[in-house]
């Protein structure tokens, strides 16, 4: 037996004992059979479940029907969706059994019940948009009035446009004027203007403010050319107008009266704070505001509702509570909490109730209304109900900053919520200082941590929209909000309630003092080097992970939270690659923005300020529209500009038609506001048919063909002449790009003298 073992070894084959011969790899084998992830993932949805989680995704289906509304093409009908929501909802009902089931068809019921919000909006707003250029004379009442710096801007009712049918005349427009002392609102007007189809986005995911306008029933925007008069209506107006207009003169008297009660700059930051009309704050004063980070105090929204509604209750409770007897036997809490309701009600319509003010209106009205039923007041539930109300009223408002904004702020201040309120171990303070530092190193520390974490939720919001950063408006916060919530809000609701007895006058003059420490405070944090930083303009991959990111950050309870991570990765990685445009084109054609061989972009032509400044943020460049450099790089003449890129490829931006003959056979696109020559063998040409059909055009410039974008129409490519491309039978070919045909000869150009074009930009 032991010589059998010991003579083993000499019977293994030799190509066994070769291998047995090579190093053994040496690592840690894991047996992910152990890992019961299945499990796990189990009892963290049924935690979530348990905490009542899952409502909250409800409003995030919601979201994302109203995105795919957003994405369609033409007019949705609007059975579709309608359908679809119904036989969910019916097999919700059959299979609620089934959990994983009910979930899905919920969360699908959900989905198509916001395509059909949009559908529903976007019909009962539908009014008629000015297709082109009308001057002449209009008549129509006056809704509203804001008083700028120079002059006034009017939100006009039409009965009339002279020149333009009654199917195609728009039911409001917007028109400024530069002397209008005399006009009041409610008044019927008759004046000569010029008027212009609301401006689309100047580039390709830039703010849209016809869009804006459409929702808001404008239909054209312009400016009186000369004088108007008073004329008695041909009809009586409708209440809806009366009291509108009665509104508006109520804010627009005090305005006044709270901006020359403090004066200076801070009189109309004052007056802005309680009427919402900014029209009295100069522009420096903006920059100040801008570049400390708290110009969001400015714009009447979920801040101010919540110190005004705050003040209302904090007052009524107090007093209440002076009463034993009331204190004992009435539900004080509750009481003020319905007080609070209706001032924060009257706020929001005496403010004008504006778009992100009724927003937060409705997140205060149900945080209040949870108070009454002894629910939290701040719970991810309840800003849940408030998104799913606001969106269903204005489904448009989720493509904008303020919403989305305000409710990632205060999503992510919810979060964070329950770890501020963990208790602290040791005793209680035992004298009153002690109660009065501990009280100040609470509030201080909840207003830092709040802050940081605001800010870092709305970053990629502002980096989408505003292509801007403030880094220092963590510090510009943290010193501007305490006077704000303990000075100013206070102020403005005693001087609100002292002004039917003409006694609001000091109160007004403390609100502006402290309104002018702000002001100082903005002023020194926005000196601050790198107060303010422009970044490239979010793509739409960087801003959809880190918007996920955000969601499961703040609605789980569970671990399953720890994924965001993985998405905030994801997002950066997008943001860190900026997909940045290389040529720029106007709507009109006025103008072009191109990178020249350097690498930054040169302007030619004449853009209207507006649209240039628009296309150096979405490129992440920070200098003035002043700036020389701008026009640099760039060969003029009388007839035209050209720019070599960094593609060693000519770009072309005629101005004179003498011009297409030599332009169109050296340079590789040609952009002009003239209709171009057929015969031009330009690989890409961007003229006035171009223009009409697609709107302001974006250009991305490749090695192989240069990549279009555009506001009225999908992506195109444009393959550079001479590249070799493979055909649907797989073999080479030479392709070159195919334009539309034009007329031989060129269309007498009709076009507004360049000082004319894009004059009225939103602003």
């Keep these: 037996m032991i ?101 899905v068809l919920v969360a699908l019921a959900a989905l198509f019940a916001g395509f059909s919000a949009g559908v529903i909006r976007t019909r009962s707003v539908s009014a008629p948009v000015l297709a082109k250029l009308a001057i002449g004379p209009v008549t129509g009442f006056i809704e509203a009035v804001e008083d700028r710096e ?45 008027l212009l189809p609301p401006p689309q986005a100047a580039w390709p995911g830039g703010y849209d403010f016809a869009r804006d306008a459409y929702y808001k029933g404008i239909g054209a925007v312009g400016s009186f050319t000369g004088a108007t008069r ?47 009309k900014r029209g009295l704050i100069g522009e420096p004063t903006n920059e100040v505001l801008r570049s400390a980070g708290i110009y969001h105090i400015v714009s009447i929204s979920g801040l101010h509702m919540v110190l005004a509604a705050g003040t209302f209750f904090w007052l009524v409770r107090s007093l209440l509570a002076l009463v034993p007897g009331l204190a004992l036997l009435w539900p004080v809490k509750k009481i003020a909490a319905v007080a609070a309701m209706v001032g924060g009600t009257a706020y929001c319509i005496f403010s004008g109730s504006d778009v992100a003010t009724e927003r937060s209106l409705i997140m205060t009205l149900v945080m209040f209304g949870a108070v009454l039923v002894d629910r939290p007041a701040l719970s991810i539930r309840n800003l849940s109900i408030a998104a799913l ?99 100013v809000m206070p102020a403005a ?99 072009a923005a191109i990178r020249n061989m350097q690498g930054e972009l040169t302007l030619v032509g004449k853009p209207s300020g507006f649209v240039a400044e628009q296309w150096l943020r979405a490129d992440g460049d920070a200098r003035n529209i002043d700036d020389k450099t701008l026009r640099q790089a760039v060969q003029c003449d009388r007839l035209g500009c050209v720019v070599e890129t960094g593609t060693r490829r000519a770009v072309a931006f005629v101005q004179e038609f003498a011009a297409f003959e030599e332009d169109c056979r050296r340079a590789a696109i040609i952009i002009s506001k003239l209709e171009a020559p057929r015969s031009c063998a330009a690989a890409l040409v961007i003229d006035r048919a171009a223009l009409n059909e697609r709107g302001a055009i974006a250009v991305r410039l490749g090695a192989d063909a240069a990549h279009m974008r555009s506001v009225k129409k999908g992506p195109e490519t444009h393959v550079w002449p001479g590249v070799k491309t493979t055909g649907a039978d797989g073999a080479a070919q030479n392709t070159t790009a195919q334009e539309s045909p034009r007329p031989a000869r060129p269309v007498p150009e009709q076009d507004l003298p360049e000082e004319e074009i894009n004059s009225d930009e939103p602003g």
């Design 3 to 103: 010589e059998d073992n010991k003579e083993a070894p000499n019977r293994i084959p030799r190509a066994t004992a070769r291998v047995l011969a090579l190093p053994r790899p040496v690592g840690l084998v894991l047996d992910w059979r152990f890992i019961d992830w299945r499990g796990w993932l189990s009892r963290q949805v049924a935690h979530e479940i348990e905490q009542r989680r899952l409502f909250p995704w409800l409003a995030v289906c919601f979201g994302l029907g109203i995105l795919l509304f957003f994405q369609a093409e033409g007019q949705p009908a609007l059975w579709a969706p309608l359908s679809a929501f119904g036989l969910c909802c019916v097999g919700a009902v059959l299979l609620r059994h089934n959990l994983a089931t009910l979930c």
């Design 150 to 194: 120079t002059g006034k801007r009017i939100l006009l009712k039409v009965t009339s446009i002279q020149g333009v049918t009654e199917s195609e005349r728009p039911e409001r427009v917007r028109v400024t004027i530069r002397k209008g002392d005399h006009l009041a609102p409610g008044q019927f007007i008759s004046g000569t203007a010029r």
């Design 230 to 276: 008073q004329l008695d209506p041909p009809a009586p107006p409708d209440w809806r107008l009366r009291l509108a207009a009665s509104v508006d003169e109520a804010r627009n008297t005090l305005t006044h009266r709270i901006a020359s009660a403090i004066g200076g700059p801070a009189g109309g930051v004052g007056a802005a704070l309680v009427t919402g």
């Design 389 to 487: 109300i606001v969106l269903a009223r204005e489904p448009e408002a989720l493509l904008g900053p303020s919403f989305q904004m305000s409710f990632g702020a205060v999503a992510a201040m919810m979060a964070l919520v329950p770890l501020m309120h963990r208790k602290q171990e040791g005793g209680a303070p035992a004298t009153l200082i002690e109660n009065v530092a501990a009280w100040a190193g609470r509030s201080a520390l909840g207003l830092v941590t709040t802050t940081l974490v605001a800010s870092i939720a709305t970053a990629p919001f502002a980096a989408y929209h505003f292509q801007s950063l403030n880094p220092y408006g963590l510090v510009g916060n943290a010193l501007a909000l305490p006077l704000v919530s303990l000075v």
């Design 493 to 591: 609701v005693l001087g609100v309630v002292a002004y039917p007895f003409g006694l609001d006058g000091p109160v007004w003059q403390v609100m502006g003092l402290a309104v002018s420490k702000v002001i100082e405070v903005s002023a020194w944090v926005g000196a601050f080097s790198g107060s303010t930083l422009i970044v490239p303009a979010l793509n739409i991959a960087a801003l959809a992970f880190l918007s996920l990111a955000l969601l499961v950050l703040t609605i789980p309870a569970s671990p399953l939270r720890w994924f965001a991570l993985m998405l905030v990765g994801l997002g950066l990685a997008f943001a860190a690659t900026p997909d940045r445009y290389d040529i720029y084109v106007d709507r009109e054609g006025a103008g």
